[in-house]
């Protein structure tokens, strides 16, 4: 079993920045890529980034390409989400991902893992 705990959440304007941090616990090992999904109210969840475990490739969604950025540091157990230049349709719970799938997936259904989520608001 492998646990993720989010953190990092909260309000901020529009042009705004945030830190998401989840921390990996338990079998860790047989983890092979992490990732990041976010569900807005009455949307579906929709993939954000995502990393792999040991060689630091990453793929993000075209909605952040060039505001993101996935992160990890490994000594740690723990993957980041660096949000710059939030908008106002980024406004959902943030959720934490782990898998065994070999390669870097945006399929929630391949994800092995979930956080609880952490809440991100921008305001316009």
């Known amino acids: 079993q492998v646990q993720l705990v989010e953190s990092g959440g909260g309000l901020v304007q529009a042009g705004g920045s945030l830190r998401l941090s989840c921390a990996a616990s338990g079998r860790t090992f047989s983890i092979n890529s992490m990732g990041w999904f976010r569900q807005a109210p009455g949307k579906d969840r929709e993939f954000v980034a995502g990393?792999?475990?040991?060689?630091?490739?990453?793929y993000y969604a075209d909605s952040v390409k060039g505001r993101f950025t996935i992160s990890r540091d490994n000594a740690k157990n723990t993957v980041y989400l660096q949000m710059n230049s939030l908008k106002p349709e980024d406004t959902a719970v943030y959720y934490c991902?782990?898998?065994?799938?070999?390669?870097?997936?945006?399929?929630?259904?391949?994800?092995?893992?979930w956080g609880q989520g952490t809440q991100v608001t921008v305001s316009s």
């Open positions: 991902t782990a898998s065994y799938h070999p390669s870097i997936i945006n399929r929630a259904y391949e994800y092995n893992y």
């Open positions: 990393i792999s475990w040991s060689g630091g490739n990453t």
